[in-house]
């Protein structure tokens, strides 16, 4: 981890947005111990950047197309990068487990305050032990993310030598169909060659909930809850579907919306 120099500070800015990108620059511009700073929309060109002009600190958006924010640290060296930033619009449990590494952020959006109280504290952490301790930390970071499964944010449709695409968050709800499934996406069914249960560990927990053994449903696509009989339960979907909630995952969509059923 390259230590800030006390002739100032060569500020380089990475963040896929050009508005975001101008306010933190605007705010850098503001401190007197800011002598440069440069920008970059994408993090290919901010590895290029940090091996040529050698910033001493970088302001790091951590979701980005293509190479995101981890991903450029990964492939600088974190012991190689300069004082790192992390920019985010991470929710709450994805910052405690930054602030549990020690790590310093701006979570989106943020006051000018928040921005001049992070500045000062970067000024404070100059000495050697500081940053080889930070740079021990994001690798520990990096290292816990590769730990964490991919989720899929689009699949890949092949039908007669085309290829087409199907955004995850907008299908409704997939239903099993032996060595396929089928997506039940804006009213229309689309076959996808993949087994119920190896597409579930690929989609985020979050959004998508087991339901039976033979259907996951978009929790974002629920209208109601109707009960029948022995414990189970019918979803009514926005599309107008009517996937069966089996008694085996009830526990489960219990647990999920925060009450009994």
């Known amino acids: 981890m390259i230590a800030l120099p006390p002739d100032g500070i060569?500020?380089?800015?990475?963040?896929?947005?050009?508005?975001?990108?101008?306010?933190?620059?605007?705010?850098?511009?503001?401190?007197?111990?800011?002598?440069?700073?440069?920008?970059?929309?994408?993090?290919?060109?901010?590895?290029?950047?940090?091996?040529?002009?050698?910033?001493?600190?970088?302001?790091?958006?951590?979701?980005?197309?293509?190479?995101?924010?981890?991903?450029?640290?990964?492939?600088?060296?974190?012991e190689s990068m300069p004082f790192t930033v992390f920019v985010t619009a991470y929710d709450q449990h994805a910052i405690r487990a930054f602030e549990a590494n020690a790590l310093d952020y701006l979570l989106k959006p943020?006051?000018?305050?928040?921005?001049?109280?992070?500045?000062?504290?970067?000024?404070?952490?100059?000495?050697?032990?500081?940053?080889?301790?930070?740079?021990?930390?994001?690798?520990?970071?990096?290292?816990?993310?590769?730990?964490?499964?991919r989720r899929l944010e689009r699949l890949a449709i092949k039908t007669d030598g085309i290829t087409r695409f199907v955004r995850v968050k907008d299908v409704d709800w997939i239903e099993a169909a032996g060595v396929y499934v089928t997506l039940h996406t804006s009213g229309k069914e689309i076959l996808y060659r993949a087994s119920l249960t190896n597409l579930e560990q690929s989609l985020e927990p979050s959004r998508f909930l087991r339901i039976h053994r033979s259907a996951i449903v978009n929790i974002e696509s629920i209208v109601q809850l109707e009960p029948l009989s022995h414990g189970e339960f019918e979803l009514l979907l926005k599309d107008g579907s009517r996937p069966r909630v089996s008694r085996t995952y009830r526990n489960s969509m219990e647990k999920r919306i925060g009450q009994r059923l």
Do not use: W
């Open 10 to 78: 060569r500020a380089l800015i990475v963040d896929d947005e050009m508005p975001a990108r101008q306010r933190i620059s605007d705010l850098l511009s503001l401190d007197p111990d800011v002598c440069s700073i440069q920008q970059a929309g994408d993090g290919e060109t901010a590895v290029q950047m940090i091996l040529s002009e050698k910033p001493n600190m970088v302001l790091l958006d951590v979701q980005m197309p293509e190479l995101n924010g981890l991903e450029v640290i990964e492939a600088i060296g974190s």
């Open 110 to 149: 943020f006051s000018d305050e928040r921005f001049e109280t992070m500045l000062n504290k970067v000024k404070s952490r100059r000495n050697d032990l500081h940053l080889r301790e930070f740079g021990q930390n994001i690798a520990r970071v990096i290292v816990a993310q590769a730990t964490e499964p």
